[in-house]
C-alpha cells in the first residue's frame, strides 16, 4: 500500500476495499470500527510513530 493511497484515501478521494479497510486496521493494530469512529474521544488516543 503507498503513500499516496493513503493519502488519497485520507482525502475521500479513493476508496479502499473492504479487504484494504481490514488490513490496514491490522496493520495499525486497532478494531476496523477505530477507522470509522470520528468522534474527539477517539482521535485524542491516536499517535503518531516515529
Given at each position: 500500500m503507498s503513500?499516496?493511497?493513503?493519502?488519497?484515501?485520507?482525502?475521500?478521494?479513493?476508496?479502499?476495499?473492504?479487504?484494504?479497510?481490514?488490513?490496514?486496521?491490522?496493520?495499525?493494530?486497532?478494531?476496523?470500527?477505530?477507522?470509522?469512529?470520528?468522534?474527539?474521544?477517539?482521535?485524542?488516543?491516536?499517535?503518531?510513530?516515529?
Amino acid at each position: 500500500m503507498s503513500v499516496d493511497f493513503l493519502s488519497l484515501t485520507e482525502r475521500g478521494i479513493n476508496a479502499p476495499s473492504f479487504e484494504t479497510i481490514e488490513h490496514m486496521a491490522k496493520r495499525l493494530k486497532v478494531p476496523v470500527m477505530a477507522l470509522f469512529d470520528f468522534g474527539t474521544h477517539e482521535r485524542d488516543r491516536i499517535q503518531r510513530r516515529k
